[in-house]
């Protein structure tokens, strides 16, 4: 079974301060994943998967295959970054894009 | 751009009233999906549709059942409301695909009194 874990129910940071949200799934396969951001008052949208290698906000994410993670990064934390973040897993047999989501991570940005 | 449309913001019920969420896409996206959405849950699938009378369960059906009768519309029933199906319900639609991103509408916070 396919499994999504965010250690971190909290993480408050100073602005300007680097922050990491820790990511860690459990597939036997290859994942697709992705990161998922709901601002406040907002729907939740994609934030960046990894298959595009791409910098979204000046968040990056790696998929690390040993360690089974992919945890989401900023070198310096802005206030309009506090919201919730979801980690997502689409399995290899997930051909229609069913996605198993992590129980989130609520980040507060503090000036 | 893309735009999910979910009926309502705010519900309010009482228990064994049978309850309809609707939800709306106008991207002709093949796939559809419900999710409830609790703190320390996170989001967990409740039910999927590929195509137009399709369905899957997800990982927590009981209680709910669906309808998709149209490629763009796709409603969640709740056949006896309780008070443990207070929460808020996302919808969401994607093209099909691995990699292809989900869209998600505002939600309906429900209260099931």
């Known amino acids: 079974a396919q499994r999504v874990t965010q250690p971190e129910k909290l993480l408050s940071v100073f602005k300007g301060a680097p922050v990491e949200l820790k990511c860690n799934y459990s597939?036997?396969?290859?994942?697709?994943l992705f990161w998922y951001v709901q601002y406040s008052r907002q729907r939740l949208q994609l934030l960046l998967r990894h298959i595009s290698r791409e910098s979204i906000k000046g968040f990056t994410a790696d998929l690390n295959k040993g360690e089974t993670s992919f945890h989401l990064k900023k070198p310096f934390a802005q206030e309009e970054d506090s919201a919730m973040y979801y980690c997502a897993l689409s399995g290899q047999s997930d051909s229609w894009g069913k996605l198993q989501f992590g129980a989130g991570t609520q980040v507060v940005v503090t000036p | 751009d893309v735009k999910v449309t979910q009926s309502s913001r705010y519900l309010v019920k009482r228990t064994g009233e049978k309850v309809f969420l609707e939800c709306v896409q106008d991207m002709d996206h093949e796939n559809m999906f419900w999710y409830r959405q609790d703190p320390g849950l996170g989001l967990r699938l409740i039910y999927f549709?590929?195509?137009?009378?399709?369905?899957e369960k997800g990982d927590i059906p009981e209680g709910y059942s669906v309808s998709r009768e149209k490629k763009e519309r796709f409603s969640l029933i709740l056949e006896s409301a309780s008070t443990n199906q207070t929460s808020m319900y996302l919808c969401?639609?994607?093209?099909?695909?691995?990699?292809?991103?989900?869209?998600f509408g505002d939600g309906t916070r429900l209260s099931i009194l």
């Open positions: 597939y036997s396969g290859s994942p697709e």
């Open positions: 969401a639609s994607s093209s099909t695909g691995r990699n292809q991103p989900q869209h």
């Open positions: 549709s590929y195509d137009v009378k399709m369905k």
